[in-house]
């Protein structure tokens, strides 16, 4: 228990030393030891742990004067580093006490410690001169006291008390005076007359032994001259004359005045002044001494800070033949004055200090110091601007600039903290000192965009890679944490698409990582795309990265880049006229179409309706319809935004046979773009029509799913199945119909050929009156009953020309798409006369044989529901391109 209780109460008793002491610890080593040499285990005496000095970087903070001690990092000892002279350090002030600061990081911490100089005795007395020459009268009496040079030791205290002694001498000893000075000068007392004419000249040895252990010894010589005659020497009224001068007095000021009588007669009584010893003895640049009136002024400056006394030892000498000297001695002191501004000095500075530096975290360390003493001495310190730093003492003369409030880099990024020093002189000095304390930066701030929705107007068609916006987020960070790189926010927006559906925006656009650019991946469409909608994401490159977000919304503007287009009829209907279109095309776009009027048609009647439509929107899609040829008073008139073709008149044989509309149908746009179509309208007699009409009534009395092609095994089986009765009807009713076409073509031949050879082109009414055409020559189309569809969602595909010589009278110029009202739903386009005689010579055949139905006749195949009498009877003739189709 002894062993353990011994370390413990010596920490005990540290601590409670410390605690007393206001955390300073003291260590006294005496001058001249040898470098190494350990003065006080530091980091004990602080009481740390062992291996926490080194791992705390517990060290010395530099001093404005050379300590030449320093800290060992292994043990943290305090140890002398280079020669220690107390009188290097400290000169004559005692005691010598060194301040000094110790430095613990982790966290940080000052610690101050005194350390004492103790004097040694290593310096011996030195005298001014190593010769001292006296001349004394021979007629001196015994007692007579001769000053003697003041010996000089450097050491303090007992060390620099001071004994003379004097070699042996049957006429002189030495002797000190006794007076309250500070210093005791020496003199040489006579015990003995003196005899000239015996010994003239005497030479002695003065000793100065000073009190140190053991004790150190300076030597003078005194060669000392026996002169005759002037038996007395001049006599100040003082011995010492006490002097006190402000340090700043000026040059020739009067410091005092002394005065010496001598009672001896003519030039033995005369005295002449001078000042014979100097001490220290640079006061000899100082101080001057008047000859003749024994004035003593300033010839320099006085600085108390240097030297606060000046002893001047003043001799008044006789001019008698062996002249006479007597002595006093000035002693000057210095008062202090308020001349020396404080000094302030960053002895440690942690910069830069980082934004989220807590309050209370030490910035640097500051030493302050004012050489002038007293109040003038004393210093108030002060930080400017007040915030948010502030000073706070830890120690005399010793501040650390702590942090008093939360920075802000953004808002400051720098400060310039100006340290202000005052003393208590009057009027006062001033000191400052500034500190630069940059703010570094952290990552505090996000990304921010200028608004939080950016709306973008795109024209389409634009460019792949061309620069739609340009996106920019601040982020007042700085370096990695202000550098924004920009993103398309992964599964952050798209845009419906035109046709239903959502698409991804990264199809369409992406944005440069750096700049912020938005750029078009590919040229948008605004018939595919409105509307596009997504995230931007600007992330900075902090640790850990913040990010903010903007929403783009991105809106295709429609330009005019569709044509209208035509769509397919809506189905056939009543009226007197019928329509047909051949595969044959001007050109992408255009279409041939036939229709049949009647004779006789009143005004007003609606021959054909164009449909057409227009991918655009707005005005771009608004279409209207033109008759472009023929130009002036035609019969016929196109509504001008509704396509209809009606009769403007009635019709009549003077009209001709046939009537070639070029309708032109353009939209709204600029510039406008067009579409054209051509109208081959016959003029037939009634009975004609009629036949038309009855052939479109059979065609949508049928029913089905629509026409396509099938094997020749299953038309054949079909048509055996109704020969008999397809035969019985076709018979009767042909025959009636061959006598009324043989007188109407007999008396009213026509000219008009409404497609030329080759195959014929399917033509199928429905039964509100629109007609469609089929999409490939091989197959025919019928289009289902109702009302027709909205213009603003089919598309007109683009058919080639029928081939034979005829395509080229019965080609139209523009491109067109026809909707019939009236007429039959499929009709031959040869002449009737090249028509009747083939059906005649079928009626006379009767049932002789029954041919093979064939599987299809040109571009339309034969319904199931005819006799094989009656296909055969129109598949036989090979120039008759009649067509018949089944209406659904």
């Given at each position: ?14 601590q ?14 005496p ?14 005496d ?45 000169g ?14 982790r ?141 700043d ?22 005295v002449?002044?001078?000042?014979d ?36 030892h ?46 209370g ?151 440069d ?46 330009e ?21 279109s ?72 003077a ?45 949508l009395?049928?029913s089905?799913?629509?026409l ?30 061959a ?58 595909p ?42 005649l ?37 090979p ?10």
């Open positions: 228990m002894g062993v353990w209780w011994g370390p413990f109460l010596r920490v005990l008793v540290l409670a030393a410390w605690a007393l002491g206001g955390g300073q610890v003291r260590y006294s080593v001058e001249e030891v040898e470098s190494g040499t350990v003065v006080g285990r530091l980091a004990q602080l009481g740390l742990e062992a291996g926490e000095p080194e791992a705390r970087r517990l060290r010395l903070v530099a001093q404005s004067r050379r300590a030449s001690v320093e800290v060992s990092g292994a043990s943290g000892a305090l140890v002398v580093s280079s020669r220690l002279d107390r009188e290097e350090l400290c004559k002030s005692a005691p010598c006490a060194l301040r000094l600061e110790v430095l613990l990081e966290p940080l911490r000052v610690f101050h410690v005194e350390l004492e100089v103790t004097d040694i005795n290593d310096n011996a007395p030195r005298f001014p001169a190593a010769r001292k020459n006296l001349s004394i009268a021979e007629l001196s009496l015994p007692g007579s006291r001769f000053p003697l040079e003041v010996a000089s030791d450097a050491d303090i205290g007992a060390n620099a008390q001071l004994s003379y002694t004097l070699s042996p001498s049957e006429h002189f000893k030495v002797e000190e005076e006794n007076s309250n000075s500070r210093s005791k000068s020496p003199f040489l007392v006579l015990t003995k007359p003196l005899d000239r004419e015996t010994v003239p000249v005497h030479r002695l040895m003065v000793t100065a032994s000073d009190g140190g252990r053991p004790s150190l010894t300076g030597t003078m010589e005194l060669v000392i001259s026996v002169l005759d005659a002037n038996d007395n020497a001049p006599q100040f009224n003082q011995s010492v004359y006490n002097v006190l001068l402000p340090e007095a000026s040059e020739g000021t009067l410091v005092a005045r002394v005065n010496a009588t001598d009672l001896d007669l003519g030039i033995y009584g005369e002449i002044y001078e000042i010893t100097f001490v220290p003895p640079s006061a000899s640049g100082i101080f001057s001494i008047d000859v003749k009136t024994g004035e003593i002024r300033l010839t320099g400056a006085l600085d108390f800070e240097t030297v606060t006394f000046y002893d001047l003043v001799k008044a000498t006789d001019k008698g033949t062996s002249p006479l000297s007597g002595h006093c001695k000035v002693a000057v002191e210095v008062l202090d004055v308020n001349d020396n501004a404080p000094e302030v000095w960053v002895t440690s500075l942690s910069v830069p200090v980082p934004e989220d530096a807590v309050v975290t030490v910035v640097a360390l500051l030493s302050v110091s004012d050489r002038d003493s007293g109040a003038n001495g004393r210093v108030r310190c002060a930080v400017w601007p007040a915030a948010p730093f502030g000073l706070v003492a830890t120690f005399a003369g010793s501040y650390s600039l702590v942090l008093r409030e939360a920075l802000d880099r953004e808002r400051v990024s720098e400060y310039e903290v100006e340290v202000r020093a005052e003393d208590g002189g009057a009027p006062p000095l001033v000191a400052r000192r500034g500190v630069r304390v940059p703010v570094s930066d952290v990552n505090d701030n996000a990304p921010a965009f200028a608004q939080a929705v950016y709306t973008v107007l795109v024209r389409e068609n634009n460019a792949a890679g061309a620069e739609l916006a340009r996106l920019w987020a601040r982020d007042p960070d700085e370096a990695g944490n202000g550098r924004v790189r920009y993103s398309v926010a992964e599964g952050g927006g798209g845009g419906a698409a035109a046709g239903g559906g959502w698409r991804s925006a990264s199809r369409y656009v992406s944005v990582a750096e700049s912020g650019r938005l750029w078009a991946l590919q040229p948008l469409d605004y018939e595919e795309v409105q509307v596009l909608q997504f995230e931007v994401r600007a992330v900075d490159a902090g640790s850990p990265p913040l990010c903010g977000n903007a929403t783009v919304q991105l809106f295709v503007v429609d005019n880049d569709n044509a209208p287009a035509l769509l397919p009829p809506a189905g056939g209907g009543p009226g007197s006229g019928a329509a047909g051949s595969a044959r095309a001007s050109g992408p776009g255009s279409e041939a179409l036939w229709a049949w009027a009647a004779w006789g048609s009143p005004a007003g009647q609606v021959v054909a309706k164009v449909r057409a439509v227009d991918a655009d929107s707005g005005y771009n899609a608004w279409l209207r319809y033109e008759l472009w040829e023929p130009r002036g008073k035609g019969p016929f008139r196109v509504g001008l935004y509704s396509g209809e073709v009606s009769t403007t008149r009635a019709l009549e044989e009209d001709g046979p046939r009537q070639r509309l070029v309708i032109v149908v353009r939209d709204h746009g600029e510039p406008a773009r067009s579409a054209t179509a051509t109208l081959s309208v016959s003029l037939v007699e009634g009975a004609e029509a009629s036949l038309a009409a009855a052939g479109s009534s059979s065609s009395s049928s089905g799913a629509g396509r092609p099938a094997a020749g095994s299953e038309d054949g089986a079909a048509a055996r199945n109704v020969w008999l009765v397809v035969a019985i009807c076709a018979v009767s009713s042909l025959f009636l119909l006598v009324v076409l043989y007188g109407a073509s007999r008396w009213a031949p026509r000219a008009a050929v409404l497609s030329g050879p080759g195959p014929a082109t399917l033509v199928c009414a429905s039964e509100v009156g629109s007609w469609s055409y089929s999409q490939r020559q091989s197959r025919s189309l019928c289009v289902a009953d109702g009302a027709g569809k909205s213009d603003l969602m089919v598309f007109s683009n058919f080639p020309p029928p081939p034979g010589p005829a395509a080229k009278e019965a080609q139209p110029e523009p491109s067109a798409l026809l909707d019939t009202v009236s007429g039959p739903p499929c009709l031959a386009s040869r002449p009737l006369s090249r028509r009747l005689f083939p059906l010579g079928f009626l006379a055949a009767g049932s002789r044989a029954q041919p093979p139905i064939p599987a299809a006749m040109g571009d339309c195949r034969v319904p199931q529901n005819l006799t094989g009498s009656f296909a055969s009877a129109f598949a036989s003739f120039e008759t391109p009649i067509s018949l189709c089944e209406g659904r």
